[in-house]
């Protein structure tokens, strides 16, 4: 799924660099930090940097480092032949341990984020769509590490990420206790885009969830006001409306679910 050879990964474990647990059939099981360590030894793979190389950096690199990352974040790169790593304000070659003379790095908060030598928008919108891509792929598996994707996609983003937005609030309000998150993350979403029908919808669930059903039906009728034929908002306003006492309303949305759902 990664992208990183057999043999990148059996050495990383053996090593200790990352330390998966043991699932149902023996099978090893990643934390999302593992997989971001994983998805670096990649990067670095694509720059031409061989495994042993890999594998000796990113070994250093675990010995120099404490056991928490640091809060300034890291970054690793390949500059040419050389594996580069930046802690705070600090730049050093991950091989030698030398020092590195010093390169324009833009500052980071947590983990370990691929670097492109020519930062612009351009690299930040690939880092934000990688980013994105991995929350997609841990999503079934690692909800806590898909958020933590997704979050970092809409930070990385240049511009508002419309397919983040989406899919972290939906992703946060499956649980009933994030709806209020959830429903931060689309009012955010809705500053960019005020006309999205579906953004208005899934902030309907999210107020349905957290029981102000009267926000609720407003959320659900902004919606139906950009697109009447969406057969959903309809289906879930008219079971709002029959909770609310409304028959006339209730009845209303009903027969055009029935009519659109046919």
Not at 54 to 66: C, S
Not at 174 to 199: G, M, N, Q
């Amino acid at each position: 799924m990664l992208g990183v050879s057999r043999r990148v990964v059996s050495s990383l474990v053996a090593a200790g660099f990352v330390t998966p647990s043991r699932g149902p059939r023996n099978r090893l099981q990643f934390t999302f930090q593992d997989v971001v360590l994983l998805r670096t030894a990649l990067q670095l793979r694509m720059a031409k940097i061989p495994p042993r190389k890999i594998v000796n950096a990113l070994l250093r690199l675990k010995a120099e480092l404490p056991d928490e990352l640091p809060l300034s974040g890291i970054r690793v790169t390949a500059v040419g032949d050389t594996i580069a790593v930046r802690t705070g304000p600090s730049q050093w070659d991950a091989n030698t341990g030398q020092f590195l003379l010093d390169i324009e790095v833009a500052d980071i908060r947590g983990d370990v984020v691929f670097l492109d030598t020519m930062p612009g928008q351009k690299e930040a919108a690939l880092q934000a769509g990688e980013w994105y891509d991995l929350g997609e792929q841990l999503r079934e598996s690692d909800v806590k590490g898909a958020e933590e994707a997704y979050r970092k996609a809409l930070e990385l983003a240049p511009e508002p990420f419309y397919a983040a937005y989406v899919d972290l609030g939906a992703l946060l309000c499956e649980d009933e206790a994030r709806c209020e998150d959830s429903l931060r993350v689309f009012d955010e979403a809705l500053s960019h885009f005020p006309d999205d029908a579906v953004l208005h919808f899934n902030r309907a669930v999210a107020l349905d969830g957290l029981g102000r059903l009267d926000d609720a039906a407003q959320s659900y009728e902004q919606c139906l006001e950009l697109n009447p034929s969406y057969a959903d908002a309809h289906h879930n306003l008219a079971i709002l409306r029959d909770k609310l006492g409304d028959k006339q309303g209730f009845v209303r949305h009903l027969s055009a679910w029935r009519r659109l759902s046919n």
